[in-house]
């Protein structure tokens, strides 16, 4: 059983910035796609950005340029840097990991507030 830790989240003014970490308890990043998704109340779960085993990125068109995840394979690591932050970026954010269509893991999640 894969564990996924989110830590980083918090309370930030509109235009600063955050840092998101998510800790794997198994070498998983450097074999499956990771993402973090995010999930506003009254709202769906969207994915907000990924990265592939092999290092490619995707993001949504309302954070890209704000937003950049990298990982560190070796330290198990996930990150999402968040920088101009919006209040609309309020949500909890999730780490996941891709592993086949019916086996995916997902953390508990960790809370970001931007105050306007």
């Known amino acids: 059983q894969v564990q996924l830790v989110e830590s980083g989240g918090g309370l930030v003014q509109a235009g600063g910035s955050l840092r998101l970490s998510c800790a794997a308890s198994t070498r998983i990043f450097s074999i499956n796609r990771t993402g973090w998704y995010r999930q506003a109340p009254g709202k769906q779960r969207e994915l907000v950005a990924a990265?592939?085993?092999?290092?490619?990125?995707i993001a949504t068109d309302s954070v890209k340029c704000r937003f950049t995840i990298s990982k560190d394979n070796a330290k198990n690591m996930v990150y999402l840097q968040m920088n101009s932050l919006k209040p609309e970026d309020t949500a909890v954010y999730y780490c996941?990991?891709?592993?086949?269509?019916?086996?995916?893991?997902w953390g508990q999640g960790t809370q970001v507030t931007v105050s306007s």
């Open positions: 996941n990991v891709y592993v086949t269509p019916n086996l995916q893991y």
């Open positions: 990265i592939t085993s092999g290092g490619s990125t």
